[in-house]
């Protein structure tokens, strides 16, 4: 089955560690996404891709960085994590016009 | 500027009634619509969407009405169920260009 996978779903580190999240898919798509989002509040791009060794800044300014080696494969990485950094982050793909979310990872920066 | 707006925060609706929920966009480039529901440490889940050539569609319970004149569109769900209660996104885009969410709106099926 087709599907999105986000790792660790849940996550909660102190500050000034360094931190990968981890996405994949198997639904073959060029596109990827990686949004945040806190509570009550819009979806923010912070970063996207379309396709492999393409990475591009979304609209919301991100401290993280991300790499896109392979299709299926879309990590984000946090050199060194604040408490600002604590949110939820959710990483999609899109075919056509429709985007398919990952199930996201809850991060707490104590 | 917020492009794509969903003005009431959150909706409580009695099971079994109609529940709508509303947004508008001011970007007149939009054209096609997609509505998404959250559910909490959950990705959205795309419900359905909608092309700026038509002024509806449906799918089973839900259905999305546009209309492009007032930059407006809503999403139906009827009957309302218990496990309609999350957060819904209405989002829009202009040709293949990125995809804009809004806010959401929680949505509280009463029993």
């Known amino acids: 089955e087709a599907d999105i996978y986000q790792t660790p779903r849940y996550l909660v580190i102190g500050t000034g560690k360094k931190i990968t999240l981890e996405c994949s898919q198997t639904m073959g798509h060029d596109k990827m996404y990686w949004y945040q989002q806190d509570p009550g509040m819009e979806l923010h791009l912070i970063h996207y891709?379309?396709?492999?060794?393409?990475?591009e800044k979304g609209d919301l300014s991100s401290e993280s960085t991300v790499s896109r080696i392979r299709t299926e494969h879309f990590p984000l990485t946090l050199e060194s994590a604040r408490p600002s950094h604590t949110s939820q982050y959710l990483c999609?793909?899109?075919?056509?016009?429709?985007?398919?979310f990952g199930p996201g990872t809850r991060l707490l920066v104590l | 500027d917020q492009q794509v707006k969903q003005n009431s925060p959150s909706l409580s609706v009695q099971e079994g009634r109609i529940s709508i929920l509303n947004c508008d966009y001011t970007?007149?480039?939009?054209?096609?619509f997609l509505w998404y529901k959250k559910y909490p440490a959950e990705g959205p889940t795309f419900l359905i969407s909608i092309s700026s050539i038509k002024d509806k569609n449906e799918d089973g319970r839900f259905t999305v009405f546009l209309n492009k004149s007032a930059k407006h569109l809503s999403l139906h769900i009827v009957p309302s169920q218990p496990g309609d209660s999350a957060v819904y996104f209405c989002?829009?885009?202009?040709?293949?260009?990125?995809?804009?969410f809004g806010k959401g709106t929680r949505l509280h099926i009463l029993p």
């Open positions: 999609a793909t899109r075919r056509g016009e429709t985007q398919y």
């Open positions: 970007n007149s480039m939009f054209d096609y």
């Open positions: 989002a829009a885009s202009a040709g293949y260009d990125k995809i804009i």
């Open positions: 891709s379309y396709g492999v060794n393409s990475t």
